[in-house]
């Protein structure tokens, strides 16, 4: 039992956690107290000390722009305006207070107001189904689409667009690099040919994909019921992050060990059991691990397109709020910065663990 849920835990990427559960069977208190400690408690305590230089940073730039603000009140305006300025920034009337690297309270009071909104926006939703419910019913029996909530979206709408466009983008990624790097692997001649297309259309910027994706888009697609924004990001995103996986898919083909396509002659596989019964399983190794940057790239690059695009993620939420000049605007731009790298480090993990799941080799892990 402690051996598989050890097992879990690692094919989890949780690995840190192993010595907590030697500990609580019995196993080496010292050693594994010791291991649980750098493992664990170390990340912790790093966690405590960034939120304290955070805050100290935070109190001493907020300190800096308040002393400025006063002392630009006492050179404009005199000694009383300078004194109520002190008094207003002490009051903590939004009016006047500076507007700078906002502290983790702060952060935190942004979390927590995106998250009542997105209650209250839930709730709208909901009395809306309800005014519409019937109406709906009739529409669908007519044939006809349903009417649709089409107010402001929340944050986690905002996060849920984002993830829909990355998975839609990583699948587009998965379906296109795979199978050319798995031809292109089998073929040196066909490998020297591309190579040079490969290596210049890689380092292309995602605002240059998403031109490109855009003029096209915009000329196949003519139905106005669809979403283009939507058609126009995920579709940037997958080219932008494919390469990473045509490249590794590539080479993990063209260095599958040549006893095992010996195997395959000896046998008479044909091409197709060839690749699916020797080169995949062989290749997985390093097809996951191209994989795995793709994800990466996919999400550090889809915050700049749906920005471009207009898409309403959390791309668009971080723009609006840089526009908006608001008191707690840097806050919740914080917020989505934090929410955007989570989101990208459980993107990793999921993909490790599927790595883990699938294949033989699990040090290239």
């Known amino acids: 039992m402690k051996n598989k849920s050890i097992k879990t835990l690692k094919m989890l990427g949780l690995g840190f956690l192993e010595p907590l559960i030697r500990i609580f069977s019995g196993e080496e ?35 800096s722009e308040a002393s400025a603000r006063i002392e630009k009140a006492r050179e404009e305006q005199g000694e009383e305006a300078a ?19 906002p502290s983790p ?33 009739q529409r669908e029996a007519q044939g006809l689409d349903p009417i649709t909530y089409t107010g402001r979206p929340s944050f986690l709408d905002q996060i849920g667009t984002s993830l829909k466009t990355v998975a839609a983008g990583f699948l587009l990624a998965m379906f296109i690099a795979v199978p050319i790097g798995i031809i292109i692997g089998l073929s040196p001649s066909l490998r020297t040919s591309f190579n040079w297309l490969i290596q210049i259309l890689k380092p292309v910027s995602p605002v240059v994909w998403l031109l490109l994706v855009f003029m096209i888009v915009k000329t196949v697609i003519t139905d106005p019921s669809l979403d283009k924004s939507f ?88 723009w609006e709020e840089f526009q908006n000049g608001a008191n707690d605007s840097n ?3 914080i917020v989505a910065m934090f929410v955007i790298g989570i989101i990208g480090f459980l993107l990793d993990r999921i993909m490790l663990s599927v790595q883990n799941m699938m294949s033989f080799n699990k040090s290239m892990a």
Request: aromatic share 8%; net charge positive; charged share 15%.
């Open 231 to 318: 058609i126009i990001s995920f579709i940037s995103v997958g080219l932008c992050a494919m390469w990473a996986t045509l490249v590794n898919t590539s080479m993990g083909v063209s260095t599958v060990d040549k006893d095992y396509i010996n195997v395959a002659k000896v046998l008479k596989l044909n091409i197709g059991q060839n690749i699916f019964k020797i080169i995949l399983p062989a290749s997985l190794p390093l097809i996951f691990t191209g994989l795995r940057i793709t994800v990466s790239v996919a999400w550090m690059v889809l915050i700049a397109i749906e920005l471009l695009a207009q898409s309403p993620g959390l791309g668009s939420f971080v």
């Open 83 to 101: 004194i109520a300025m002190e008094k207003c920034i002490a009051s903590g009337d939004i009016s006047c207070q500076p507007n700078t690297l």
């Open 29 to 63: 208190h010292a050693k594994n107290g010791k291991l649980f400690f750098k493992q664990a408690l170390l990340p912790l305590l790093s966690i405590v000390l960034f939120i304290a230089i955070w805050h100290a940073g935070a109190t001493a730039l907020y300190n």
């Open 105 to 137: 309270a702060q952060v935190y009071s942004a979390f927590t107001a995106l998250w009542e909104d997105h209650l209250s926006i839930s709730e709208k939703k909901d009395d809306f189904r309800e005014k519409v419910a019937d109406t709906n019913a």
């Open 331 to 333: 806050a919740k731009i």
